[in-house]
């Protein structure tokens, strides 16, 4: 007969190696997760910036809209990818206020990191103060 002990240490031999599969699995998805996040934020907060670099050349008196649109797009192409600078538009728009203000919007696709992460796409505004303002006298 064997000792209590020594049968129990006997029923849990290789348990170490599932506990570290099941462990080493979930520390690897949240690892994952935590990545996609921060590579999805990461994107956001570039297109945020090429948006409103555009906005901004876009707001001088002597450039014409079309030049916001394309300095955005190359911005885009040059920090991330051609692909994120496919859908955008510009305007100048009129606030409650009655400030103008040209707005460079981009529809960009979200990054996906395996088949697990977001899908779809984002949509960001950059704005910029109008020097083309129209004063009442």
Same mark, same amino acid.
């Given at each position: 007969?064997?000792?209590?002990?020594?049968?129990?240490?006997?029923?849990?031999?290789?348990?170490?190696?599932?506990?570290?599969?099941?462990?080493?699995?979930?520390?690897?998805?949240?690892?994952?997760?935590?990545?996609?996040?921060?590579?999805?934020?990461? %994107?956001?907060?570039?297109?945020?910036?090429?948006?409103?670099?555009?906005?901004?050349?876009?707001?001088?008196?002597?450039?014409?809209?079309?030049?916001?649109?394309?300095?955005?797009?190359?911005?885009?192409?040059?920090?991330?990818?051609? @692909?994120?600078?496919?859908?955008?538009?510009?305007?100048?728009?009129?606030?409650?206020?009655? %400030?103008?203000?040209?707005?460079?919007?981009? %529809?960009?696709?979200?990054?996906?990191?395996?088949?697990?992460?977001?899908?779809? @796409?984002?949509?960001?505004?950059?704005?910029?103060?109008?020097?083309?303002?129209?004063?009442?006298?």
């Amino acid at each position: 007969m064997h000792p209590p002990a020594l049968a129990a240490c006997r029923r849990e031999r290789g348990s170490a190696v599932a506990e570290f599969v099941m462990v080493s699995t979930l520390l690897l998805l949240l690892g994952m997760g935590v990545i996609q996040l921060g590579l999805a934020l990461h %994107v956001r907060n570039t297109v945020i910036s090429c948006a409103a670099e555009g906005a901004r050349l876009g707001a001088r008196a002597d450039v014409p809209l079309t030049d916001a649109t394309a300095r955005t797009r190359a911005l885009l192409a040059e920090t991330l990818a051609p @692909s994120y600078g496919q859908d955008i538009s510009t305007q100048r728009v009129v606030t409650d206020a009655g %400030v103008q203000v040209v707005e460079v919007t981009v %529809v960009a696709p979200i990054p996906v990191i395996g088949l697990l992460g977001p899908t779809g @796409s984002m949509t960001v505004t950059g704005r910029a103060f109008d020097e083309r303002q129209v004063s009442d006298p």
